[in-house]
C-alpha cells in the first residue's frame, strides 16, 4: 500500500522508519487561494520503502508522523524544503530537525543557484523526472495512480541525490559550510511571521519616518486581515496600495477611492481598518517612528564602479571554488561592503570570508587586482 489513509498504518510505517539514519521528506500543498497552506499530501521515503500519506483522509492522525519528524537522531532530508518546513512548523509549533537541504548542499557543490530538483536527479542519478501532474490539484480525492507514483518519486530519487551529494561534500571538506544554511532552516525564528514587522518586506520608496510609521500600521492590518481571512495576503491589498496610502494619508473614504492603485481598499469590507491604521500612523510620536537601518542614503552609496568590481570578483571567485554565486554573497551583501568594510552580512565572516570576502575589502582598498589571464581565455585575480 503506497497511500496511507489510516492512522494504524502511519503509526507502523512511522515505527519501521525510527531507526534509520535519515529519511527523504516531501509535501504537495495548495496555497493559491489561501493565507495558510493546505496540506494535501506527505510523501516519506525511508531506506527501502517510501509511501504517500494522504492528511485529508478522513479521521487520520498524523501524531506518528509528527513524532518521527521530530525524532533528535533521524535526518529529516528535502529538497528546496523552506515552504515544507513552515507548514510543519505551522501545524505543530516545532521545527522538524536536523534536517539537510539538498539543493542547498547542491550550491556548495557546483550545481548552480538554486538548482531545481528535476536537474539534480538528471545529474546525478541519470534518471528522469514524470513532471506532467506538477500543476495538478492536489486536493481533489481520489488520488490517482499516476498522482501518486509522480509525488513518491520526489522522495525515492532523493535517497541517491542526499548520498551522492554527502560524498562529494566530504571529498570537498566542506560539509561545514552547510551548518549555516541548516541552522537558519532549523530555527522557528525563520518562519514566524512577526505582523508588526511585516512592513519590512515592502520596498519603500523613501526612508521618511512618519510614511514608515504609516507602513506599518497598513502592513500590520493587512497581514492580520489575511490570516484572518484565510487570504493570500497581496489580494487582500497590493504592496503598492500600502506604499500609495502611507504616502497620500487618506481620510475618508472618497479619499481613497481617487486613488487608482489603493481604490478597491473602499469597499465596507476594508474600509474601516484602512482609516484607522492610517490614523494610528500618524498619532505615532517622532521618536516612535521606525527607521530603516543599514543602507546607505542615495548620497552615500559606494560608487556604481566599485560595486561592479567586486560583483565581478564574485563571479570569478564562484566559478575558481565551483560554489554558487548567490550562496557566498547577495547583490546586497556586496553593495554594503562596499559602503563598509564591517558590515553585517555573512559574506564578511566564515567561510564566505575565506573564500570572498577577504579579497574583497583588498581589492576594494587597491591590494588586488583583476584582469585578463595571459592566454586572455579567464578573468584572474592579482596581488597589487
Not at 505582523?195 to 492580520?224: F, G, N
Request: aromatic share 6%; with cysteine.
Amino acid at each position: 500500500m503506497t497511500l496511507i489513509t489510516d492512522t494504524s498504518a502511519l503509526a507502523d510505517f512511522c515505527e519501521s522508519l525510527k531507526s534509520a539514519a535519515f529519511i527523504t521528506v516531501d509535501t504537495e500543498f495548495m496555497r493559491e487561494t489561501t493565507y495558510w497552506a493546505k496540506l494535501c499530501l506527505v510523501q516519506v521515503g525511508g531506506p527501502n520503502d517510501a509511501r504517500c500519506i494522504d492528511p485529508l483522509a478522513p479521521d487520520l492522525d498524523l501524531s506518528p508522523l509528527y513524532d518521527l519528524l521530530a525524532k533528535p537522531d533521524v535526518l529529516k532530508v528535502f529538497h528546496a524544503g523552506r515552504q515544507d518546513l513552515e507548514i510543519f512548523y505551522t501545524a505543530t509549533g516545532a521545527v522538524p530537525t536536523p534536517v539537510f537541504d539538498t539543493q542547498i548542499a547542491a550550491m556548495v557543490c557546483g550545481f548552480g543557484d538554486q538548482v531545481g530538483y528535476e536537474t539534480l536527479v538528471s545529474k546525478l542519478t541519470g534518471g528522469r523526472l514524470d513532471k506532467s501532474q506538477r500543476f495538478t490539484d492536489w486536493a481533489r480525492r481520489p488520488l490517482t495512480d499516476r498522482q501518486i507514483e509522480y509525488a513518491l518519486g520526489d522522495v525515492t530519487h532523493l535517497r541517491t541525490v542526499y548520498t551522492k551529494l554527502v560524498k562529494k561534500l566530504e571529498q570537498t571538506g566542506r560539509k561545514s559550510w552547510l551548518d549555516e544554511e541548516d541552522a537558519v532552516l532549523a530555527s522557528p525564528g525563520t518562519y514566524k511571521v512577526d505582523p508588526r514587522e511585516v512592513w519590512r518586506r515592502i520596498r519603500a520608496r523613501t526612508r521618511a519616518p512618519r510614511l514608515l510609521a504609516v507602513l506599518r500600521e497598513l502592513a500590520e492590518w493587512r497581514e492580520l486581515t489575511a490570516q484572518s481571512l484565510d487570504m493570500p495576503r497581496q489580494r487582500v491589498a497590493k504592496d503598492d496600495a500600502l506604499l500609495e496610502l502611507a504616502a497620500s494619508l487618506p481620510k475618508t473614504v472618497d479619499d481613497i477611492k481617487r486613488s487608482r492603485i489603493a481604490k478597491p481598499l473602499a469597499s465596507g469590507k476594508y474600509v474601516d481598518g484602512v482609516l484607522e491604521a492610517i490614523a494610528k500612523g500618524q498619532a505615532v510620536p517622532d521618536s516612535e517612528c521606525p527607521r530603516l537601518e543599514g543602507g546607505p542614503s542615495r548620497d552615500e552609496q559606494a560608487p556604481k564602479a566599485l560595486v561592479e568590481l567586486l560583483k565581478l570578483l564574485l563571479k570569478t571567485k564562484a566559478e575558481t571554488h565551483d560554489v554558487a554565486q548567490k550562496l557566498i554573497a547577495s547583490s546586497d551583501d556586496v553593495e554594503a561592503i562596499a559602503q563598509s568594510d564591517s558590515a553585517k552580512v555573512p559574506a564578511l565572516n566564515g567561510w564566505r570570508r575565506e573564500l570572498f570576502g577577504n579579497d574583497a575589502l583588498k581589492l576594494k582598498h587597491g591590494g588586488l587586482a583583476i584582469g585578463l589571464s595571459a592566454d586572455g581565455k579567464s578573468v584572474e585575480v592579482f596581488e597589487r
